[in-house]
């Protein structure tokens, strides 16, 4: 079955430490993005790629980092210089970036900073 | 400054009936608005969308209004189903590959 996996499922970071959140899609979109939801918040964008070797800022980028090797993989690290950053994470893919066709997401990965 | 408000953090309704769930917006170049709807633990799916150009859309028991003049759309369930419940997501996209999410609205079907 196609789909977005998302891993791990929860993830446990001391302060001060980078961790890494997987995103691998087998849809063949070209498209992915990574959102973070906060209670009583929509959902932000954090990064997002239209093309291998190619992603972009979104409105929340600030202490996070991507790499887009692969078409099938969009990595997010959380890196110590983000502030808050528990938080639940999802990635999302799109055939191409028009905006009727619809994300497919993946399960998220809920970060909590211990 | 939220472009996209759902401004319902809830909505319970019976089941068979219908459920309205509304959201608004504020940026007039919205060209695709969208409705996806998330279980707990799940991320979300896409239910339906609209352009800007038409004022409904309809797929199955799912109906999406928009008023454009009045920057309001609306999802309209019926009837409604206690599968239905969970939170719904308005979202709204704008050039440059960018989709704006509203806070969300929490349906109960009772049944």
């Known amino acids: 079955d196609g789909g977005i996996t998302q891993s791990p499922k929860y993830l446990f970071r001391k302060e001060g430490q980078n961790v890494t959140l997987s995103c691998e899609q087998n849809?063949?979109?070209?498209?992915m993005y990574w959102y973070r939801q906060d209670p009583g918040q929509g959902l932000r964008l954090i990064y997002y790629?239209?093309?291998?070797?190619?992603?972009q800022k979104g409105d929340i980028a600030e202490g996070y980092s991507v790499s887009r090797e692969k078409k099938e993989s969009f990595p997010l690290t959380v890196t110590s210089a983000q502030k808050n950053p528990t938080a639940f994470y999802l990635c999302?893919?799109?055939?191409?970036?028009?905006?009727?066709?619809?994300?497919?997401f993946g399960s998220g990965t809920r970060l909590t900073v211990v | 400054d939220q472009q996209v408000k759902q401004n319902s953090p809830s909505l319970s309704v019976q089941e068979g009936r219908i459920s309205i769930l509304n959201c608004d917006y504020t940026?007039?170049?919205?060209?695709?608005f969208l409705w996806y709807k998330k279980y707990p633990a799940e991320g979300p799916t896409f239910l339906i969308s609209?352009?800007?150009?038409?004022d409904k859309n309809e797929d199955g028991r799912f109906t999406v209004f928009l008023n454009k003049s009045a920057k309001h759309l609306s999802l309209h369930i019926v009837p409604s189903q206690p599968g239905d419940s969970a939170v719904y997501f308005c979202?709204?996209?704008?050039?440059?590959?960018?989709?704006?999410f509203g806070a969300g609205t929490r349906l109960f079907v009772k049944a």
């Open positions: 999302a893919s799109s055939p191409r970036g028009e905006s009727n066709y619809g994300y497919t």
């Open positions: 849809l063949n979109h070209d498209a």
């Open positions: 790629s239209q093309i291998v070797n190619d992603f």
């Open positions: 940026n007039s170049m919205f060209d695709y």
């Open positions: 609209i352009s800007s150009i038409k």
């Open positions: 979202a709204a996209h704008t050039g440059g590959f960018k989709t704006i």
